[in-house]
């Protein structure tokens, strides 16, 4: 059934709905003028994001309350990745950043069409948490550089910037870092004692006041400039096909990224505030909303964990908000540009630095080294990764340690024997007891997965040393083993032939094979795949146990 746009909104919650509109605009203008200013790009790029594809993105997605905008991972992945081919701040560098959020937007729209959401689930919380977590520190490092007064090249990778802020240290400029001082503990407070109030809007007004009535201006306090005014251009950026190759990994990563984490959230209001939740409507939502921040001077927009949060806090529960932050924002680029000028960078750097703290998954890590060593080693490997060498060299390694978790944990399925009542038990891996059997001369072998190349010959092994350790304690001797299929969805080739390798084995030690509680189809597969199968196939244990039981009493053995 198709959902209507605002769907949620009536009259009685029309007021709370505009109240969180002005309190997201409140918290989004200044947040993204500092986004923009990470991705090396004119605080123009981020008022654009909140006009014409907040509101495309509001009308399509399913989302009720996701807000899409740039966000600081996004930003510093643009400037990364992009800093290499042009300088920022030039024409070259933001038409670099339009391309590249065009061909985000065209790859989430090809996500969406041909619904492959689901390869976001390659990137498990360990590897979101570390890839974002390097981009977070390098950000909050420019930050630092930027609240202290110092300046350094912030498209540089993090080690070189390092060294330049502590070798810069001497020229620190001590109002910058008094305004910056100020501004966190209002921040950090102000967030403990009201997070309903717009704290960072505060702290940017407040500063701004200082800055113009002590003259701090001219005492060596940067300040943001002068704002072009007036709404965004229709426009589209002239590269040669070989720049808008380069572009294409870049446009990759910031696509996983964003789907891994777009989703993850939409998914959890949507069961939190009860619903519904589409994966590709909302994939098409942010192809079709980085299609227009590219073709109107704007740069790659993802899902903002905060912002949401904010509005959600706010009792917001349809996309009405993004609609008043969309307005608004228009009506400070036609009329109140001229109140931007006098903002302190420290300011700014102080609002974004306190705005992606949690983003550095501290608490994440901690928790991840008490549940999953390995897990948090793929998460600190993909952090470092991230900051040292750079977010595309993060989300390759990203990718890669997510397939070899996978393997993983796919060379481990549980196999286990079962009773004679059914049960199974402990593994057959190198840890568990040996010599079980299902009934006398009978051992009936589950496999807990689909039999493919990372585990086939694994179960071939686990069901020898079951059939040897049968004999070898007394148990035995093994006349039959019986393969319970029922978890088996799928066989590939290296997994057919570990099974026939198998089937062999046993032949040759005079062991009858049955097949039980085969899946529809998987016999056909096993067939198709060279391996025609054992003759006898049982609907239940129970019923190979009785029919192998009585023929093993009938012939004596």
């Not at 092994?461 to 035995?476: E, H, L, P, Q, S």
């Amino acid at each position: 059934m198709r959902q209507r746009p605002f769907a949620g909104l009536t009259r009685r919650n029309l007021g709370t709905e505009l109240v969180a509109g002005v309190t997201l605009l409140a918290i989004a203008v200044p947040l993204n003028i500092g986004y923009a200013q990470i991705a090396g790009l004119p605080p123009t790029a981020g008022l654009y994001a909140l006009i014409v594809p907040t509101i495309l993105y509001a009308l399509v997605v399913s989302s009720r309350q996701v807000v899409a905008s740039p966000d600081a991972a996004a930003a510093a992945l643009v400037a990364s990745s992009i800093g290499g081919l042009a300088v920022a701040g030039s024409a070259d560098y933001a038409a670099l950043a339009m391309a590249q959020a065009i061909i985000s937007g065209i790859l989430f729209v090809l996500l969406a069409v041909f619904k492959l959401g689901f390869l976001a689930n390659f990137l498990s919380k360990p590897i979101l948490v570390g890839f974002v977590g390097g981009l977070a520190l390098d950000i909050l490092l420019s930050q630092v550089a930027k609240m202290l007064g110092v300046g350094i090249d912030s498209g540089a990778e993090f080690p070189e910037k390092l060294v330049q802020l502590v070798t810069q240290l001497g020229t620190t400029n001590g109002w910058s870092v008094l305004i910056s001082a100020v501004a966190v503990a209002v921040l950090l407070v102000g967030r403990r004692l009201a997070r309903a109030v717009p704290w960072a809007l505060i702290v940017l007004v407040a500063a701004t006041v200082a800055v113009v009535v002590g003259g701090l201006e001219e005492r060596g306090v940067a300040v943001l400039g002068e704002v072009p005014a007036g709404p965004p251009a229709l426009t589209w950026p002239i590269l040669d096909w070989a720049t808008w190759l380069a572009l294409v990994p870049s446009a990759i990563a910031l696509t996983l990224v964003t789907t891994a984490e777009g989703l993850l959230v939409s998914r959890s209001y949507a069961e939190k505030r009860r619903y519904p939740f589409r994966a590709n409507r909302d994939l098409l939502a942010f192809g079709v909303a980085n299609v227009a921040a590219g073709a109107q001077g704007s740069f790659a927009i993802g899902a903002s964990t905060s912002r949401t949060a904010a509005v959600d806090q706010a009792g917001a529960r349809t996309q009405l908000p993004s609609v008043v932050v969309a307005v608004g924002t228009l009506l400070l680029l036609l009329f109140g540009t001229a109140l931007l000028a006098d903002i302190p960078s420290p300011a700014i750097g102080a609002v974004v630095a306190v705005a992606i703290l949690p983003l550095l998954g501290i608490g994440e890590f901690r928790d991840l080294w008490r549940r999953d060593r390995f897990e948090f080693v793929i998460g600190a490997a993909c952090f470092l990764v991230t900051l040292l060498v750079g977010p595309i060299a993060g989300i390759l390694v990203a990718v890669v340690l997510a397939l070899v978790n996978l393997a993983k944990r796919a060379a481990n399925p549980a196999i286990d024997v079962l009773e004679s009542g059914g049960e199974p038990t402990d593994s057959l891996l190198d840890a568990a007891p040996r010599g079980a059997v299902t009934a006398p001369g009978v051992i009936v072998v589950r496999l807990a997965a689909p039999l493919f190349f990372a585990n086939g010959g694994v179960f071939a092994d686990a069901v020898k040393r079951a059939v040897d350790a049968a004999d070898a304690t007394g148990n035995g001797p093994v006349r039959h083993v019986v393969i319970d299929l029922e978890a088996v969805t799928d066989v590939d080739v290296t997994g057919a032939e570990s099974f026939q390798a198998l089937l062999e084995w046993l032949e040759r030690r005079e062991i009858g094979v049955a097949l039980s509680r085969v899946r529809p189809g998987i016999r056909q597969r096993l067939a198709a795949l060279g391996v025609p199968g054992p003759p006898d196939v049982y609907e239940t244990n129970r019923a190979a146990i009785a029919a192998l039981a009585s023929t093993r009493t009938e012939d004596g053995t």
